[in-house]
């Protein structure tokens, strides 16, 4: 009787799996998706019964098949950069290095005034390494406190501020599932932003909460983690990559990332529920400041800011007015604040 129990766990794992990977990746919209996961569970309900009934072939059979799906699923599913992508991540970044200058590529600077209307710019930018003086960990929180997107924005001596954020590359008319990010529904992006768009849009348009940290990293680690995003970004680009919900998203990669910087950083929970980065950080020294996560927390609540400041030119300032270990400039006056009329906006190259 055991080996009957474990050849049925066998079929009941493999046929949710095959199930899943049937529906994802179907190439039948509407009711006839569901057409290739029923045959497919009706197939492991055969092989079940005749598990515990002594007929055998049809669990011979279904293990055929299953063999035939993992090729297909290994063979077959290909990560690709040709298809139908959202206006938002239908370019991919990259970018080229000539000494401390980087060049990047595609760097997103749209104008969001709701999701659907936006002003598309696609800019190319450069950066001087040299200049190079803060990183920041942004995480943006739409419902959940364990799960939020983690953003990580650098900042340089002249002014200029550009994110870097992880994102899934949404095809037309998709819908965003975890699930579906096992089963190789979406492909993975390493996109390059300003903050007017990647963090405002995030506040200001989708109504998320956005928390900023100040992170205190060892000397030339903060050159090589741009750098480490520069080669990601632009290996994507000539070899496509699946997001994984659970391996392959904004906040393993960070991760991922940061160890090749600072090798050995212990793995904790936290990395995957990263709503709750700030408290790995903090157990890593890498927050100075405040004493506390809570209080960490509090003062880089910026979403209150976002919304308040009208021009753009002053939107990277204001967010980070009170952050603990940001150097705090002298208040504005009511122009400079962000009231209509004040500062320039950046213009697209």
């Given at each position: 009787?055991?080996?009957?129990?474990?050849?049925?766990?066998?079929?009941?794992?493999?046929?949710?799996?095959?199930?899943?990977?049937?529906?994802?990746?179907?190439?039948?919209?509407?009711?006839?998706?569901?057409?290739?996961?029923?045959?497919?569970?009706?197939?492991?309900?055969?092989?079940?019964?005749?598990v515990?009934?002594?007929?055998?072939?049809?669990?011979?059979?279904?293990?055929?098949?299953?063999?035939?799906?993992?090729?297909?699923?290994?063979?077959?599913?290909r990560a690709?950069?040709?298809?139908?992508?959202?206006?938002?991540?239908?370019?991919?970044?990259?970018?080229?290095?000539?000494?401390?200058?980087?060049?990047?590529?595609?760097?997103?600077?749209?104008?969001?005034?709701?999701?659907?209307?936006?002003?598309?710019?696609?800019?190319?930018?450069?950066?001087?390494?040299?200049?190079?003086?803060?990183?920041?960990?942004?995480?943006?929180?739409?419902?959940?406190?364990?799960?939020?997107?983690?953003?990580?924005?650098?900042?340089?001596?002249?002014?200029?501020?550009?994110?870097?954020?992880?994102?899934?590359?949404?095809?037309?008319?998709?819908?965003?599932?975890?699930?579906?990010g096992?089963?190789?529904?979406?492909?993975?992006?390493?996109?390059?932003?300003?903050?007017?768009d990647?963090?405002?849009?995030?506040?200001?348009?989708?109504?998320?909460?956005?928390?900023?940290?100040?992170?205190?990293?060892?000397?030339?680690?903060?050159?090589?983690?741009?750098?480490?995003?520069?080669?990601?970004?632009?290996?994507?680009?000539?070899?496509?990559?699946?997001?994984?919900?659970?391996?392959?998203?904004?906040t393993?990669?960070?991760?991922r990332?940061?160890?090749?910087?600072?090798?050995?950083?212990?793995?904790?929970?936290?990395?995957?529920?990263?709503?709750?980065?700030?408290?790995?950080?903090?157990r890593?020294?890498?927050?100075e400041?405040?004493?506390?996560?809570?209080?960490?927390?509090?003062?880089?609540?910026?979403?209150?800011?976002?919304?308040?400041?009208?021009d753009?030119?002053?939107?990277?300032?204001?967010?980070?007015?009170?952050v603990?270990?940001?150097?705090?400039?002298?208040?504005?006056?009511?122009?400079?604040?962000?009231?209509?009329?004040?500062?320039?906006?950046?213009?697209?190259?």
């Amino acid at each position: 009787m055991i080996p009957q129990i474990v050849i049925g766990v066998a079929i009941l794992a493999s046929a949710a799996w095959g199930a899943a990977a049937l529906w994802f990746q179907s190439p039948f919209a509407g009711p006839a998706r569901a057409v290739l996961p029923t045959a497919w569970l009706a197939l492991a309900v055969a092989a079940l019964i005749g598990v515990f009934t002594g007929q055998p072939w049809p669990a011979w059979l279904y293990g055929v098949l299953l063999l035939a799906l993992l090729a297909w699923w290994r063979l077959g599913v290909r990560a690709s950069n040709e298809r139908q992508w959202m206006p938002e991540v239908a370019r991919q970044t990259e970018g080229t290095v000539d000494g401390d200058i980087v060049t990047l590529r595609n760097v997103r600077n749209f104008d969001w005034r709701t999701r659907s209307d936006y002003d598309v710019r696609w800019e190319t930018r450069s950066y001087d390494l040299s200049r190079l003086d803060a990183v920041d960990l942004a995480l943006s929180y739409w419902g959940r406190p364990a799960i939020a997107h983690a953003m990580v924005s650098f900042g340089f001596a002249d002014g200029q501020h550009v994110v870097f954020s992880v994102e899934i590359r949404r095809k037309l008319h998709d819908v965003f599932s975890e699930i579906g990010g096992f089963f190789r529904q979406y492909e993975l992006s390493v996109l390059a932003s300003t903050e007017e768009d990647s963090l405002r849009v995030r506040t200001n348009v989708r109504g998320e909460e956005g928390y900023l940290y100040r992170v205190h990293m060892p000397e030339g680690a903060a050159r090589k983690l741009f750098l480490s995003y520069v080669e990601t970004a632009t290996r994507l680009v000539k070899k496509p990559r699946f997001y994984n919900t659970l391996t392959g998203n904004c906040t393993t990669i960070v991760y991922r990332l940061a160890d090749q910087i600072v090798p050995g950083l212990p793995l904790d929970y936290r990395v995957l529920f990263s709503g709750y980065l700030p408290e790995y950080l903090y157990r890593l020294n890498a927050l100075e400041g405040a004493d506390s996560p809570q209080a960490y927390r509090q003062a880089g609540h910026y979403t209150q800011r976002a919304r308040a400041t009208l021009d753009a030119a002053q939107f990277s300032r204001n967010i980070r007015r009170g952050v603990p270990g940001v150097p705090q400039a002298a208040a504005p006056d009511q122009d400079d604040a962000g009231v209509p009329g004040a500062g320039a906006r950046n213009s697209a190259t």
